[in-house]
C-alpha cells in the first residue's frame, strides 16, 4: 500500500512508476469514480514525454498519444460494462507503446496474463491509498521498486 497525501505526490509516484516501463507494458486503473485515475493518468503520460493534452477517453474508450520514447495509449472502458464489444484491444497491448487501462475489469476477458494493477483507493479529499498488484515477474519487479521508494 502506498501512500498519497496529496496532488503532487500522485505526480512524483507517476514520474517514478515512468521509469521502470517499457514498451509493452500494461498498466490496470481502478478505484471510484473521482479518485483521480485519469489524473495519474495525465501525470503518467507526461513523466513518459507526452506533450498533447492527455483527456479521458470516456466517449472514445482509447485514445493514443506519442510519447518522448514510449508511445502512450489510455483506455477509458467505464462505458464497455455491458458491452462484448472486443476494440482489437490485442493490437495496442501488444504495441510498442505503454497502455493504461482505467474500468479493466469491463474488458476482463481481454486482458493479458500479465499486467501491473493499480487501486486507488479514495481516503479523503486529498489523500489516496494505492494498492499494487503484479503479474508476471516483470511487473514483481517494478512493484517491488516502488513500495520501497
Known sequence: MKKI??????????QQLATHL????????????????TTFSQFLGRALGVTRTINSP??????????A??????????????????????????????????WSQFIAE???DTFLKITINV?????????????GAHYEAIKEALEHV
Open 58 to 67: 470516456t466517449f472514445n474508450i482509447i485514445k493514443s498519444y506519442k510519447g
Open 123 to 135: 481516503m479523503s479529499e486529498t489523500e489516496r491509498a494505492l494498492e499494487l498488484e503484479a503479474q
Open 22 to 37: 517499457e514498451a509493452g507494458d500494461v498498466l490496470l486503473l481502478d478505484g471510484d469514480l473521482g479518485a483521480g485515475k
Open 110 to 112: 481481454y486482458l493479458p
Open 69 to 102: 520514447e514510449l508511445n502512450f495509449h489510455h483506455m477509458d472502458c467505464y462505458r464497455l460494462e455491458d458491452s462484448e464489444e472486443d476494440l482489437g484491444f490485442d493490437e495496442y497491448f501488444n504495441d510498442e507503446a505503454v497502455t493504461v487501462i482505467e
Open 5 to 14: 497525501q496529496n496532488i503532487t505526490d500522485m505526480e512524483v509516484f507517476a
